[in-house]
């Protein structure tokens, strides 16, 4: 199975620019890309000529980087006409690049009776354009630990939409840690999930079993074996099911998340926020070894 890392850890916080984050990344030997196209600095969404959608895919195949997935804009906001153009040229983009997978976050609803009419009905507009394409929408899990509205937080929801939108153009994204502070088994759901699993969002937290208390429990992306996720419960269930896709990151440490602001001398004072170059190298570095870790723990890992 192939290491792969979401280009957002590198482009949120450095160069907005993904082909020197495939540069970047490939480096430290990750095999395969998440492309983060959800992230607005990218640039792929306003890219009238293609040039910038051009040269990640020169730049790709020079690093041997396979591009097996992307993350889409999203928002729970289905009425809102710029997220429908952006999903839109999302999937164009993708479809240019060869990536077969476009994550997507279904919308949240009040009435559970209506998650999938709506998410159907919405993601409905695109088959044209998936049709010409051939990239699969995948629905990620998503939700917290104290959050009443999110539906689709389990392997039988996400089933579910699938079967109702077809298999042709939908997959599912299991994504670890979303499924952590929801507290599903891993290992049920995914082997649940089987065929239908297109690819994998792996990232850990805390899920307020030992110490009830939002401040540790949020959707951290900390690497993986941070946490109190049960990985291999995830492993073996990948096994399990014979999952062919990436072993893909989607982490973002080092992050400082603060939540209370410390004022000194009349100032907010944040100066540990930026994260040196240096520290992020290292840190991507290590998580590349945890990753090969974790793989060749299981007999996965691929040269
Ligand atoms: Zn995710």
């Not at 450095?14 to 600095?41: K, V, W």
């Not at 990239?135 to 937080?153: I, M, P, S, T, Y």
């Not at 939108?165 to 299991?174: H, I, L, S």
């Amino acid at each position: 199975m192939k290491l792969s890392v979401c280009s957002g850890g590198y482009t949120r916080f450095f160069i907005h620019d993904s082909s020197e984050a495939l540069r970047y990344y490939a480096n430290l030997g990750y095999q395969a890309i998440d492309l983060s196209i959800d992230n607005a600095n990218e640039g792929l969404l306003d890219d009238p000529d293609g040039s910038h959608a051009k040269t990640i895919k020169k730049v790709a195949k020079e690093c041997n980087l396979w591009l097996y997935q992307a993350h889409a804009p999203g928002a729970n906001e289905p009425t809102n006409p710029k997220l429908a153009k952006d999903l839109a040229k999302a999937i164009e983009v993708c479809g240019y690049l060869e990536i077969e997978n476009l994550v997507i976050h279904p919308f949240m609803t009040e009435d559970i009776s209506q998650a999938i009419p709506l998410n159907v009905e919405y993601f409905s507009q695109f088959i044209p354009l998936l049709d010409k394409t051939g990239v699969k929408l995948c629905a990620e899990n998503l939700g917290n630990f104290n959050d009443v509205h999110h539906h689709f937080k389990t392997a039988e929801m996400l089933n579910a939409l699938v079967d109702k939108f077809g298999k042709k153009y939908m997959r599912v994204c299991w994504d670890t840690g979303h499924g952590n502070l929801t507290n599903q088994d891993q290992y049920e759901n995914v082997t649940k999930i089987g065929s239908n699993l297109g690819c994998v969002h792996v990232h850990d937290n805390y899920y307020p079993i030992f110490v009830p208390g939002e401040q540790y429990a949020f959707d951290a992306h900390n690497f993986p074996l941070f946490g109190n996720i049960n990985f291999d419960a995830f492993m073996q269930a990948l096994i399990d099911i014979n999952y062919k896709g990436t072993f893909n990151l989607e982490t973002d440490t080092p992050n400082r998340r603060g939540h209370r602001d410390f004022v000194y001398n009349g100032e907010v004072t944040l100066k540990l926020k930026p994260i040196p170059f240096e520290i992020r190298r290292r840190s991507d570095e290590m998580l590349f070894y945890i990753g090969k870790y974790m793989l060749e723990t299981y007999g996965l890992w691929e040269d």
